[in-house]
């Protein structure tokens, strides 16, 4: 119960022993290792907090816990690993300095600093949400058991916690003012999340993971062409604008994955990346390269070094800001950005930072790791189909030979060409399906069961970026280390 018209960072609290590290063996399972912090560190005395404090201090619990210290000067910076297996702790030492780079290569980015402390909290395990959610002086970040040994996942997937990351700067201390209320009475409104979310994915996701050595050049370039050719094939680009899935974000984290090729998903993550890459380039090009994004950064989220603290925005700041950097009509690049209902994504950036979306028929590394990790397979550019392991279609992009023989999400793929359906099989009829001119699905459908054909000869094909030696490699020079 909160008291209305109070604002919740003036509501105190008396907390009593309110440790950063807790290990009260009679409060939880035996041998479970319970973590948890405050923003101050203060440990084992009465502290009079706001009430902000503890709502932003999550906790972690696992059987078995790994401690790594990643920066030990002010502001200093540090893992706390549990996991449900002692192996799963066995972060390799390289990937171990990649973390300490990102910190580095983060402050080089923003120019200041705004925690005094800050755990990344990771929790391995099969049984739990797989995911990340920040906070001013720590994420909470889960993971499959094996995400920080199984080399794949190593190589493609290591960008969770750098995102979560950059939320200390993009998202809790600067935060949109429609998401900062004045107590919990009034709802939040998500207007301003293709900052929130966009900008953190394009700083978090690429260009720090990159720049970390996290995520190598190549495969850096194998992440983003994923994220373009997914939007590229998003048939409900044509009905709902970015602004919409930002405006409708609340209901659709939550929606399945059935339909949401036509429904469209949370897609101001990957559209975020692709527009935010374009600010970018234009801001180089217009520059003659001697600001860059980076510019913007220091100014929008730099300011004074210290402890927590918010600091809001709005629309007519982010084009302000920009304009300080870059003079440029920032505001009809955005809006008509978000309000665009074109078929087609938008890939400017790519193609100004000197690169080209492409298809061919070799394996795009990231979505063949993700669909290792997902018990998935991705055909949505080829055949339209994204299905489970076990034949279970998730969803049918629209337009595509798969929606023409009229397969629908929650059927089951029983059979590929007379043969039982395995992964295997489906890419191998993929494969050669120029000569057999088509491909033949049994399907279950409730009680009924239906053969379905294909009309499809183009073979496998997978998303990549190829280079376009015309145009400089702005690309490139984004995702280089900026520490020294």
């Not at 300490?100 to 923003?110: I, K, N, T, Y």
């Not at 739990?128 to 970040?141: A, K, Y």
Request: aromatic share 10%; glycine share 8%.
């Amino acid at each position: 119960m909160f008291a209305p018209g109070y604002h919740r960072k003036f509501i105190l609290l008396s907390i009593l022993f309110w440790p950063l590290l807790v290990r009260a063996e009679n409060s939880r399972p035996a041998g479970l290792i319970t973590l948890t912090l405050n923003a101050t560190e203060i440990s084992r005395q009465l502290l009079h907090a706001q009430l902000s404090l503890p709502v932003d201090s999550p906790v972690v619990t696992g059987k078995y816990y790994r401690n790594v210290k990643l920066v030990e000067s002010a502001p200093a910076s540090e893992m706390d690993i549990v996991a449900d297996s002692p192996d799963a702790l066995g972060l390799p030492a390289e990937k171990i300095a990649q973390y300490q780079r990102l910190v580095a290569e983060a402050a080089a980015l923003f120019g200041a600093t705004h925690y005094l402390h800050y755990h990344f909290l990771v929790a391995l395990a099969e049984t739990i949400f797989h995911d990340g959610i920040e906070h001013h002086e720590s994420s909470l970040n889960t993971a499959t058991e094996n995400a920080f040994t199984d080399k794949d996942l190593l190589a493609t997937e290591s960008d969770l916690l750098p995102h979560e990351f950059v939320h200390s700067w993009n998202g809790k201390y600067r935060r949109p003012a429609s998401l900062t209320t004045l107590d919990f009475q009034k709802p939040m409104l998500d207007d301003m999340l293709w900052v929130y979310e966009g900008l953190t994915e394009y700083l978090g996701s690429c260009v720090l993971t990159a720049r970390s050595g996290l995520r190598n050049g190549v495969l850096s370039r194998e992440w983003l062409a994923e994220r373009a050719a997914q939007l590229e094939h998003r048939s409900g680009r044509t009905w709902r604008s970015l602004q919409d899935t930002v405006d409708y974000a609340s209901r659709l984290y939550a929606a399945p994955r059935e339909w949401e090729d036509r429904r469209r998903g949370v897609d101001f993550y990957p559209e975020g990346v692709l527009l935010w890459l374009e600010a970018d380039t234009i801001i180089r090009q217009r520059t003659g390269g001697s600001k860059s994004l980076d510019d913007f950064c220091h100014l929008f989220h730099g300011g004074q070094s210290g402890g927590p603290t918010v600091k809001t925005y709005t629309f007519d700041e982010v084009v302000s800001d920009l304009n300080q950097v870059c003079p440029f009509d920032w505001g009809s690049f955005w809006l008509q950005r978000l309000n665009s209902r074109s078929p087609h994504a938008p890939l400017g950036g790519i193609e100004a930072g000197g690169w080209s979306l492409t298809y061919t028929d070799q394996p795009n590394e990231v979505i063949k790791t993700r669909d290792k990790r997902e018990k998935q397979t991705d055909e949505s550019v080829s055949i339209g189909l994204l299905v489970k392991e076990d034949g279970t279609v998730l969803d049918v992009l629209a337009g595509t030979p798969v929606d023409g023989a009229k397969l629908a999400p929650g059927m089951k793929i029983v059979a590929v060409n007379s043969r039982t359906y395995n992964p295997e099989r489906l890419e191998e009829a993929i494969k050669t399906s120029a000569q057999t001119r088509g491909i033949d699905l049994l399907v279950n459908n409730s009680d009924y069961f239906e053969t379905l054909h294909l009309n499809y000869g183009g073979g496998l094909r997978f998303p990549h970026l190829l280079r376009n030696s015309a145009k400089p490699d702005l690309l490139s020079e984004i995702l280089e280390p900026r520490a020294r």
